[in-house]
């Protein structure tokens, strides 16, 4: 089983911008795919941005065009680039590593977008 820590959030102003970084245990170059999903407080956890291992990526239409996923297969390491962030963004971010018949989950990381 894979562990996976996120990195990178914080408080951030409307407009601004954040990196988050999942580093994986174990190579990530088989597995089938790797998503942040967030969850914000009462609400349920949602898919963010996903990427499968042949690199194609999909997101939810509240980020689409604002939020870009990526991921280095040598670091194994993936990545979320989250541009002209707004205050409904606010949630915890947590990293999936999705195997097929399995997935893992990071601990999460707090992103706030306030003034």
């Known amino acids: 089983q894979v562990q996976l820590v996120e990195s990178g959030g914080g408080l951030v102003q409307p407009g601004g911008s954040l990196r988050l970084s999942c580093a994986a245990s174990?190579?990530?170059?088989?597995?089938?795919?790797m998503g942040w999903y967030r969850q914000a407080p009462g609400k349920q956890r949602e898919l963010v941005a996903a990427?499968?291992?042949?690199?194609?990526?999909n997101y939810a239409d509240s980020v689409k065009g604002r939020f870009t996923i990526s991921r280095d297969n040598a670091k194994n390491t993936v990545y979320l680039q989250m541009n002209s962030l707004k205050p409904e963004d606010t949630a915890v971010y947590y990293c999936?590593?999705?195997?097929?018949?399995?997935?893992?989950w990071g601990q999460g990381t707090q992103v706030t977008v306030s003034s």
């Open positions: 999936n590593a999705d195997f097929g018949i399995f997935s893992s």
């Open positions: 174990l190579s990530i170059v088989s597995i089938y795919a």
């Open positions: 990427i499968t291992s042949g690199g194609y990526a």
